[in-house]
């Protein structure tokens, strides 16, 4: 309450225009900038075949776009800022949803979950904590999420939409239970889908109105397409892409530093294996 919440502190040092930004564009539906990132799987495919080789250890995209987005908000802190009620806060910490499948059929139920990073994690560190909470949240086993969304959802219609409205409130003022918090997915800095993983081409995935969430990556499946090989003689080949849709809330930072913060990412995905030492250099927001 009063600019008091117990996953943020309040930015105080804010350029005047981005101040005024999220009392004219109130809504993360009103504010969302989208990007399309075309990544050459060519790098991805050899870093991921001499783990394999090498160390057998095996990673999957998931992974090292994970641990990619972990190492840009690490080095770029702003990106993990989020707005609630006209005021712009720095995150706690770094935080990534997903929605996970408990098994590949139309029946199955959907859960997700939300896995918590302090920035220093190098691709190890992802993967055992991506691969072990993905695990834990399989089959028949239901987590605070779903426990949370049942105990919502055994009321009649018009008490669900009072009761969500009424958390959407106590968020808004700064209220909201940290244990709510804790487990909503909805309350991250980066949320992930993975459509790869069912041969769907990648979307833009809006960002919800509900919660914190600054960014929504959307992971599509690889496809052969014409690029250009070499620059100097400008010959064209086939290679393999990997689609990436975008969104960011533009009120959490300027379009610059949002630019950068991408290009950042891709730099990292034409060279993953600088995700192979853990990160001694984390940026605070200050």
């Not at 702003?78 to 996970?100: D, E, P, T, Y």
Request: hydrophobic share 40%; charged share 30%; net charge positive.
């Amino acid at each position: 309450m009063f600019g008091y919440r117990s996953d943020g502190k309040k930015v105080r040092n804010i350029d005047p225009f981005m101040r005024i930004v999220p009392h004219i564009m109130y809504e993360r539906s009103d504010s969302q900038v989208m990007q399309l990132q075309e990544i050459d799987c060519e790098p991805l495919d050899k870093y991921i075949f001499e783990k394999r080789r090498n160390e057998n250890v095996r990673l999957t995209y998931m992974d090292v776009v994970m641990a990619a987005f972990v190492r840009v908000v690490s080095k770029r802190p702003k990106l993990n800022r989020f707005i609630m009620n006209g005021r712009i806060f720095k995150r706690n910490n770094i935080q990534i949803s997903l929605a996970v499948k408990k098994k590949l059929t139309d029946e199955a139920e959907e859960t997700t979950i939300k896995i918590t990073f302090d920035g220093t994690e190098s691709i190890y560190d992802v993967m055992e904590k991506v691969h072990k909470t993905v695990n834990e949240n399989k089959g028949d086993i239901k987590n605070g999420t779903d426990n949370v969304a049942r105990i919502l959802t055994r009321v009649p219609n018009f008490l669900i939409k009072f009761m969500v409205r009424f958390l959407m409130w106590l968020d808004k003022h700064g209220m909201l239970p940290k244990s709510i918090i804790a487990v909503s997915p909805f309350h991250t800095s980066i949320f992930v889908t993975n459509l790869k993983s069912i041969k769907m081409e990648t979307v833009y995935h809006h960002i919800y109105n509900f919660g914190t969430t600054g960014v929504f990556v959307s992971m599509g499946k690889e496809t052969l397409e014409p690029k250009v090989v070499n620059q100097a003689t400008n010959e064209i080949g086939v290679k393999k892409i990997m689609k990436m849709g975008i969104v960011i809330d533009e009120r959490i930072t300027d379009g610059l530093y949002n630019s950068l913060s991408l290009r950042e990412f891709k730099k990292i995905m034409e060279n993953p294996s600088v995700l192979d030492q853990k990160n001694d250099d984390v940026i605070l927001d200050d």
